[in-house]
């Protein structure tokens, strides 16, 4: 109790971690050309908001006025960077060039807001002179919608400080009045869950703010000119995350252990059939919360799941040990409880140990995976299972020793339904279905080896695709906003390509450059790619003002002299700047921003694989070497990192539970026995994904991870039970209709805890959460008719003594 106590009162001081960039494994290649990358050329995340009219376009006086208001407003935020001008980027900040062939000069879009319809249609002339740089990049292209991209500083304290001030400023210009003043001085600590923490500065994550904007005040006589924001953008899309995990724990948690105790009472029916179980799922996600408090371990989206996981799973052990103290108690009711308990613990300690260790090899198996918060996430289950074991075999026993064996109404009840007996309608299906299997086993054989072959060409047509928006329910308000810029701009999500040449001012060459604007024009007849930008853009819209707007002039200047001359330009323009993210002081390397509406890993895997193969076609002996960074090639490595490192995992989980069993049994075949029907379930469930063309993404590998660990128990209570029977001298079939009566029901029964614990998962916030809880319910149910059917089939072809 004193160590809970202990534990409990460190819980508050968890850590929240939303930044995305945790989950890529520090040194991995990729990351770090990614953080070189940006380095080089400023490319750092963005939140994105656009505005939208949605009676006319935003070429009229109200709106252009309040992009500009918001736009000076929030590059004067701290957690924004604002260096220079474009890195705030807004039709107010974009600067273009002007001219004819005797001069040039640099003017912004709107240095003002405009006063006169002439103003307006000046900035529309402009735009539709610069619509190659400005359309689908800035202004949409039907003129009903505009963005602001406003880059943010590293740091997860950061971004919830400018998502929040940021969402007062467009809170303020809906007519939200002075609500979110407080947030524009940088105090942005408000009360609520969980410590964010960030380079020495301390917050709270702001749930106090969250509850404040949804209860927002609006003026009610407040026109708003038809317009209306959108937010997104990867710092907001990690915030949102993270505000949702916060909800999720808050109304998991309580409804998990409401739904457990339910279940719980109707399995058992007493109290200390409920409140001692429920104890021990307490106490393990105390203790585990506690010591990830202490050893400053934060709380990742994926941590959500680990008091669903903790309780759902640590809950088998309880469950097997009071219904085997149960029967004790019927066998004889006046026995002392000191040697109840003490039956119980001799007759469990093997196959409770042996459980917790196999779940735990399937939790460990996490350990392979790159990404640290998997890592972590795997290391604490396994501590937290280890911790209900040890709470079990402790706190448990030591309350039913002090506690007289209370049989006289769940005695009356189990003897009316004769139970004891072995005749209640589960407890007969079972031993008949076990003893119809024994007797008709090639028919039972042929039908498993049938669905087995099935499924597993089922599973040879999965395939991976993941996607961080896929987090998100459709009508949650970040993924409203993504469809949104994706429908009306080029794209959410920006994939740089980087080309590094073999010596200095190669970019200058016209030969280089018209290579690269062959490989952006390729890139932007693919599926799902809004545009592309690069230097050749802003030349080739130089070479344009040059000539009097002449459209048949946007293209690469012809020889390098000209080339030169309009970099120095660009040089001496007052905005040098313009070039930065896209090309570095030496012209020898080159990024080319590919923007794409869709962060699914399967479209971005072709875009890259596409654009990879066209430009080493058209680069080849060039001295150019072809790389990737940003957001689009981050969520494309870090899927395949998943896959790969999980695919190794579960082949090692499976291996090292056989080796686990063989070292308790000491039987190759019980440990076979052990073993197969968790291959069995995983090619039936791969299967069945394979044939409804369900991808393999993050909630299929846990699920397939967590059904190892969870499912192998029931082998390992039959096949221990079944090997008792084997040794008093019974028969095949004796041995399996006394397997059944007597751990049969409480294998069931820990199929439909486990099931219920995960089924809370279908309320989740996170749509992954939900699949998930979809997945290991599938898993528990195939997982307990394999082990309860199929295991009758190999012990009677291979008995084990």
Known sequence: MLVTLALASQIPSLEWETDARVYMPKGHPAIEYDEKIENLFGAKDAIIIAIVNRDKTIFNAETLAKIQRVTEKIAKLPSVVANRALDVASPTTVTLFEGDEESVGAVRLMPVAPVSQTDIENIKQKVSDHEDILKGNLISADGKAAMIRAKIEEGAANRYQAYWQIKGILAAESGGGDAWGGWQGGDWGQSGGAAQTDEGRTGDAPEDAWKQWQTAETTDDYDDNGDQFYVSGRPAIEVTSGLNALEDIKVMIPLLLATMAVVLFMIFKTARGVLLPLSVMIGAIIWTLGIMAILKVPMYTISTMLPVILVAV???????????????????????????????????????????????????????????????????????????????????????????????????????????????????????????????????????????????????????????????????????????????????????????????????????????????????????????????????????????????????????????????????SGQPELLDEMVDYDYQRANIVVMIKTDETLHLRRIIDSIDAYANDVFAGSGVQINYAGPGNNSYVWADLLIDSQTVALLFSKIAIFLMALLLLRSVIGSVAIVLPVVVTTTIVAGMAGWLSIPMDVSTVLAAGIAIGVGVDFAVHYVFRYKIHRDAGRTHEEAVAGTMKGVGRTIVFNAVVVSAGFAVLLLSQFPPHVKLGVFVMVYMVISCIVALYLLPLILRKFSVH
Do not use: C
């Not at 409770?352 to 735990?360: F, K, Y």
């Open 314 to 572: 640590g809950i088998g052990d309880s469950v097997h040990f009071l219904s085997n103290y149960y029967n004790k108690v019927l066998e004889d009711p006046y026995r002392k409880s000191t040697e109840i308990v003490g039956a119980v613990i001799t007759m469990l300690s093997r196959p409770l140990i042996t459980t917790s260790l196999t779940t735990g090899i399937g939790f460990m198996a996490l350990l392979f995976a790159e990404m640290p918060p998997f890592k972590l996430f795997g290391l604490f289950t396994v501590l937290g299972i280890s911790i209900s074991w040890f709470l079990t075999v402790t706190f448990v026993a030591a309350m039913l020793v002090i506690l007289k064996p209370k049989v006289a109404d769940y005695l009356e009840r189990k003897r009316s339904l004769r139970v004891h007996d072995g005749q209640d309608v589960l407890t007969r299906a079972l031993v008949s279905g076990g003893i119809m299997i024994t007797r008709n086993s090639r028919s039972a054989a042929l039908i498993a080896i049938i669905i087995v072959v099935a499924m597993s060409i089922g599973a040879s047509r999965l395939y991976v695709n993941s996607s961080w928006m896929s987090d998100f329910k459709p009508e949650s308000e970040v993924s409203q906003a993504t469809d949104l810029i994706n429908e009306k701009f080029d794209g959410s999500i920006t994939l740089n390509v980087v080309l590094e040449a073999d010596k200095k001012d190669a970019l200058k060459s016209p030969e280089l450059l018209n290579k690269i604007d062959r490989l952006q024009r390729y890139a932007e007849t693919l599926p799902l790619v809004g545009d592309s930008l690069s230097m050749v853009d802003y030349l080739k819209s130089l070479n344009k003002s040059l000539h009097s707007m002449q459209q048949a002039y946007y293209r690469i200047p012809d020889s390098q002299r000209e080339i030169a001359e309009g970099l120095y330009l660009y040089s001496v």
